[in-house]
């Protein structure tokens, strides 16, 4: 595998050991708690996900090529479509959500665990000298990524850069999902390596030039994509491709 400066990893299913049903069931059902004397379970869902498609189908960048410039965040994406289709107005969505992420979401630990591993590869790699970025999907706050990278067990010190959405203009599996980070990274995308375990979502990333790594153990793979990773295994098995002794 050739020399890479910058890892890019995913968060969920890559670092943390999280089933995808957490997101669609009890994160929602406790979610709802904070909405329910203004919206049903039905309502309340139409904005969450719609909300949430709409900021992965389009890139909210005026130009790909000046990626702080202009153009809304996603978290202005999601407050827009959610209000859209509740009728809510923006003040009342931002407070109730701050709500559920700083008193709800932290008791919700019990569904995260750390992925067997992960710790040791993460230390091995600050050792080696690499820049870390944690590339997960910038669809929650970033309050929220810190908390599931505490149930991953790991430090969010560790990463140069943890994207979230008020942060953040793109989504996965958008192209300039990766162009924007390695900009905000000031790195050239050739430099880095994508490592994670959403086909669909992170095997993107080939399209810029950047190495990919698939992450075995918890792959999505919803049957809809050509690409192959450059390589796939454990996170055991890259370090040994990386060329590190005694993984």
């Given at each position: 595998m050739?020399?890479?400066t910058?890892?890019?990893?995913?968060l969920?299913?890559?670092?943390?050991d999280i089933e995808?049903?957490f997101f669609?069931?009890?994160?929602?059902e406790?979610?709802h708690?904070?909405?329910r004397?203004?919206l049903?379970?039905?309502?309340?869902?139409?904005?969450?996900?719609?909300?949430?498609?709409?900021?992965?189908?389009?890139?909210?960048l005026?130009?790909?090529?000046k990626?702080?410039?202009d153009?809304?965040?996603?978290?202005?994406?999601?407050?827009?479509?959610?209000?859209n289709?509740?009728g809510m107005?923006?003040?009342?969505?931002e407070?109730r959500f701050?709500?559920?992420?700083?008193?709800?979401?932290?008791?919700?630990?019990?569904y995260?665990?750390p992925v067997?591993g992960?710790?040791?590869?993460?230390?091995?790699?600050e050792?080696?000298?690499?820049?870390l970025?944690?590339?997960?999907?910038?669809?929650?706050?970033?309050?929220?990524?810190?908390?599931r990278?505490?149930?991953?067990?790991l430090d969010?010190?560790?990463?140069?850069?943890?994207p979230?959405?008020?942060?953040?203009r793109t989504?996965k599996?958008?192209?300039?999902?990766?162009?924007?980070?390695?900009?905000?990274?000031?790195?050239n995308p050739a430099?880095?390596?994508?490592?994670?375990?959403?086909?669909?979502?992170?095997?993107p990333?080939?399209?810029?030039?950047?190495?990919?790594?698939l992450?075995?153990?918890?792959?999505?793979?919803?049957?809809?994509?050509?690409?192959?990773?450059?390589?796939?295994?454990?996170?055991?098995?890259l370090?040994?491709?990386l060329?590190?002794?005694?993984?």
């Amino acid at each position: 595998m050739k020399n890479y400066t910058t890892l890019l990893l995913d968060l969920d299913g890559t670092l943390l050991d999280i089933e995808v049903s957490f997101f669609l069931g009890p994160m929602v059902e406790a979610m709802h708690d904070c909405f329910r004397d203004i919206l049903d379970m039905d309502r309340f869902r139409k904005g969450l996900f719609g909300g949430t498609e709409a900021i992965m189908v389009e890139s909210r960048l005026m130009d790909s090529h000046k990626v702080h410039q202009d153009g809304e965040t996603n978290l202005d994406g999601f407050n827009r479509v959610f209000s859209n289709l509740t009728g809510m107005d923006v003040p009342n969505i931002e407070k109730r959500f701050r709500q559920f992420y700083a008193d709800v979401y932290p008791t919700l630990s019990s569904y995260g665990r750390p992925v067997v591993g992960a710790s040791e590869f993460m230390t091995r790699a600050e050792r080696e000298g690499y820049t870390l970025c944690l590339a997960t999907n910038p669809i929650f706050p970033t309050s929220a990524v810190h908390e599931r990278v505490r149930w991953s067990g790991l430090d969010s010190d560790a990463f140069c850069f943890i994207p979230g959405l008020e942060t953040m203009r793109t989504c996965k599996p958008s192209v300039d999902y990766y162009l924007e980070l390695s900009s905000i990274l000031n790195v050239n995308p050739a430099e880095c390596l994508m490592v994670g375990n959403d086909v669909q979502q992170d095997l993107p990333a080939l399209e810029t030039g950047m190495g990919t790594f698939l992450v075995e153990g918890q792959v999505i793979d919803r049957g809809t994509s050509d690409l192959k990773p450059d390589a796939r295994g454990s996170l055991e098995d890259l370090g040994r491709l990386l060329g590190w002794e005694n993984v």
